[in-house]
């Protein structure tokens, strides 16, 4: 019995369509690799700004609770420091600009109303 033989350009297309099924399942594999490791690094950031957001509201809740100490209280409406500048202040905020929305706004807030502290910092919008 003899064997058949197929014409060579259908052996050659099928070699190529295979190449190219290979290449495709590579490609596939490494976009699917990217997409593993950005999302674990999505994740690594999320715990990493959660835990600094952790950090801050310790030592705001520290830092209030010292303001509200009985020696503390008795300064109220009075200048902490003595300066001959035109302006005077108690306090000066620095901050990061991404935090001025969802924090610095409030925490000026409460000093100024709760703590009669004049406070110093940007109130560009």
């Known amino acids: 019995m003899r064997k ?3 014409p060579r350009y259908f052996l050659i297309k099928q070699v190529s369509i295979k190449k190219l099924a290979d290449k495709r399942k590579k490609r596939m594999a490494v976009i699917d690799k990217l997409q593993k490791q950005e999302s674990l690094q999505a994740k690594k950031s999320s ?3 959660q835990s600094i957001f952790t950090t801050y509201e310790q ?3 520290k830092l209030t609770k010292q ?4 020696g503390v209280t008795s300064m109220k409406r009075q200048h902490i420091f003595k300066s001959d500048s035109m302006e005077k202040y108690d ?3 620095s901050h990061a600009t991404e935090d001025k929305e969802n924090f610095i706004n409030e925490f000026v807030e409460l000093l100024q109303k709760d703590f009669c ?3 110093w910092y940007d109130v560009i919008n």
């Not at 303001?67 to 009985?70: G, N, V």
């Open 47 to 49: 715990k990493q700004q």
């Open 59 to 61: 030592q705001i809740a």
């Open 91 to 93: 306090v000066f905020v």
């Open 67 to 70: 303001i509200k100490m009985p």
């Open 4 to 6: 058949k033989k197929f």
């Open 117 to 119: 502290l004049k406070v």
